[in-house]
Nanobody, 121 residues
Framework: VQLQASGGGLVQAGGSLRLSCATSGRTFSTYAMGWFRQAPGKEREFISAINWRSSICYSDSAKGRFTISRDNAKNTVYLQIYNLKPEDTAVYYC????????????????WGQGTLVTVSS
């Protein structure tokens, strides 16, 4: 499984972005997909995950401003971010694992290369 994240960029505080993660392979619909982010000097942290049935979980810090979704026909998972804040500046990674949702980095088998989001104040 190969993952390609895109959609990052420079945005002003208060703006919105939609990140995309396109995947290869015919088994995308059976995979749980997750989004993580890593700010400079910090650990990679969990944001959200969605399984093949579109069951979803969010980290506490992500609730309210982040929305995850998937399109199995396009083999793509999305992360919509609203009301961006400077502290959202990070490299955002998508990840995949077979089956159930996971919230820990170690639970994911496949990772994209990351897309940089920079939020200016």
């Amino acid at each position: 499984v190969q993952l390609q994240a895109s959609g990052g960029g420079l945005v002003q505080a208060g703006g919105s972005l939609r990140l995309s993660c396109a995947t290869s392979g015919r088994t995308f619909s059976t995979y749980a997909m997750g989004w993580f982010r890593q700010a400079p000097g910090k650990e990679r942290e969990f944001i959200s995950a969605i399984n093949w049935r579109s069951s979803i979980c969010y980290s506490d810090s992500a609730k309210g401003r982040f929305t995850i979704s998937r399109d199995n026909a396009k083999n793509t998972v999305y992360l919509q971010i609203y009301n961006l804040k400077p502290e959202d500046t990070a490299v955002y990674y998508c990840a995949a694992r077979p089956g159930v949702l996971g919230i820990h980095r170690r639970e994911y088998d496949y990772w994209g290369q990351g897309t940089l989001v920079t939020v200016s104040s």
